[in-house]
């Protein structure tokens, strides 16, 4: 009864959705609900405490997040990217379809909430700006693990946008449409530039305006597994971005990417591949060179940047 209770466990999404620290206070977004069982309904809270002791501070509740029981490690790949924290402010969505939220970070208290930022799924806050992804980005999916109960429905838009923080004023929008879908967790943030992934490729905006200042054509698979995302990372002179390879010209994605949800095997979905980690010049986007990486277990590959190299892959193989 032990060991089929641990594997009941182990089959599910985690408890721990978000979790960032500030100013000596940390906020998480996870699951209250009883550990006797799974089956238990979810309960999920977005709770401030004392980064040294512990201690709770405040806590909100968050009536409709990701359905409990989906499968563990098959998305959806925003849920992390739905909480940030300041100085003494804290962003997120409390809901999987609710606009972005700013409260404050002592008590919790919601001081303002930005109004068209429905669906809202990552927020980045730089230079004094917040920058969100709002749109469905898991629009088309299938997998055995899949549960849509309270989920909101899929949205027909997708689009980047800067806001000023304090007055809710929204500064510069990019919408996405005409066959380019913007992909999860691919956009960043660095000096004057703001990168993303999408269908068609890599592009740039300028931070303070939203212009395109470059695109670079990449195809990327028209299916994929749904903890598959793109990894991005920014340094002051160069984009790095490894993401799978469709297999052929027919692969590729024209605007629409469907989803595996299933935390292991599903029909049509190819679990493990190769990547191909690409390095662009963030002045103009010219690509500057390409290697092989591989993807963690039921995870996107890891890229970290330190003191001009970047270690990529399982191996950490590093590069100029």
């Given at each position: 009864e032990v060991a089929a209770q641990v594997g009941e466990f182990q089959r599910e999404m985690a408890s721990l959705s978000a979790m960032v620290t500030a100013r000596g206070r940390m906020f998480s977004i996870l699951d209250s609900a009883p550990l006797a069982s799974i089956r238990f309904n979810?309960?999920?809270?977005?709770?401030?405490?004392?980064?040294?002791?512990?201690?709770?501070?405040?806590?909100?509740?968050?009536?409709?997040?990701?359905?409990?029981?989906?499968?563990?490690?098959?998305?959806?790949?925003?849920?992390?990217?739905?909480?940030?924290?300041?100085?003494?402010?804290?962003?997120?969505?409390?809901g999987l379809g609710a606009p972005v939220s700013h409260l404050d970070a002592a008590t919790g208290r919601t001081v303002k909430t930005f109004a068209g930022t429905e669906y809202a799924e990552e927020i980045i806050y730089d230079q004094g700006k917040l920058f969100m992804v709002v749109g469905t980005s898991e629009v088309y999916r299938e997998g055995d693990g899949l549960h849509f109960r309270k989920e909101p429905k899929a949205t027909d838009f997708r689009f980047i946008a800067a806001y000023h923080p304090e007055?809710?004023?929204?500064?510069?929008?990019?919408?996405?449409?005409?066959?380019?879908?913007?992909?999860?967790?691919?956009?960043?943030?660095?000096?004057?530039?703001?990168?993303?992934?999408s269908t068609h490729g890599m592009g740039c905006l300028d931070i303070a305006t939203g212009k395109v200042q470059w695109r670079k054509n990449r195809p990327t698979p028209a299916r994929r597994m749904g903890y598959s995302s793109p990894t991005v990372v920014m340094t002051d002179d160069v984009v790095?971005?490894?993401?799978?390879?469709?297999?052929t010209p027919g692969d590729a994605a024209e605007g629409k990417?469907?989803?595996?949800?299933?935390?292991?095997?599903?029909?049509?979905?190819?679990?493990?591949?190769?990547?191909?980690?690409?390095?662009?010049?963030?002045?103009?986007?010219?690509?500057?060179?390409?290697?092989?990486?591989?993807?963690?277990?039921?995870?996107?590959?890891?890229?970290?940047?330190?003191?001009?190299?970047?270690?990529?892959?399982?191996s950490f193989k590093g590069y100029d």
């Open positions: 979810a309960n999920w809270k977005l709770q401030g405490r004392d980064a040294f002791n512990g201690t709770l501070l405040w806590e909100r509740k968050i009536p409709v997040w990701n359905d409990h029981l989906r499968h563990f490690r098959s998305g959806p790949v925003h849920l992390p990217r739905r909480l940030i924290a300041t100085d003494d402010s804290v962003f997120v969505t409390l007055t809710g004023r929204q500064l510069w929008k990019h919408s996405f449409g005409d066959g380019d879908f913007l992909l999860p967790q691919t956009i960043g943030t660095k000096g004057n530039y703001l990168c993303y992934q790095l971005s490894s993401d799978r390879e469709p297999k990417v469907t989803w595996g949800v299933n935390g292991w095997t599903q029909d049509g979905f190819v679990r493990k591949v190769p990547n191909i980690v690409r390095a662009y010049s963030l002045k103009d986007g010219t690509e500057l060179w390409q290697a092989k990486a591989t993807e963690g277990y039921n995870s996107p590959v890891d890229v970290f940047v330190i003191k001009g190299v970047a270690y990529v892959g399982t």
